[in-house]
């Protein structure tokens, strides 16, 4: 049906960046928000930042003005850039999406999850 893709995680110093993409495929007509979620050893799952269909966004207090979501509608694509990345920031990401299906049903998917390591 509709499967989310992640990639870009890995290992990068302190004050680095990186940048991670996810990709839906499938039965898509439309996709609503889009968002990034976080969930690091022995925490919840939290959201990162989020993108409605209309472009509005919003962040965690804790990534505002470091990190920048945006969406390519055309590839049914997310991207979350992360600059200036902190030791804290290490996590699994998730990608997550509203999508319409071409039957007209509403599903939440979630991707597999990409690991970004920030050594100190």
């Known amino acids: 049906q509709v499967q989310l893709v992640e990639s870009g995680g890995g290992l990068v110093q302190a004050g680095g960046s990186l940048r991670l993409s996810c990709a839906a495929s499938g039965s898509i007509f439309n996709i609503n928000a889009m968002g990034w979620y976080r969930q690091a050893p022995g925490k919840q799952r939290e959201l990162v930042a989020r993108i409605r269909s209309g472009s509005n966004t919003n962040y965690a207090d804790s990534v505002k003005g470091r990190f920048t979501i945006s969406r390519d509608n055309a590839k049914n694509t997310v991207y979350l850039q992360m600059n200036s990345l902190k030791p804290e920031d290490t996590a699994v990401y998730y990608c997550?999406?509203?999508?319409?299906?071409?039957?007209?049903?509403?599903?939440?998917?979630w991707g597999q999850g990409t690991l970004v390591t920030v050594s100190s």
């Open positions: 997550n999406a509203g999508v319409v299906t071409t039957a007209q049903v509403y599903l939440e998917r």
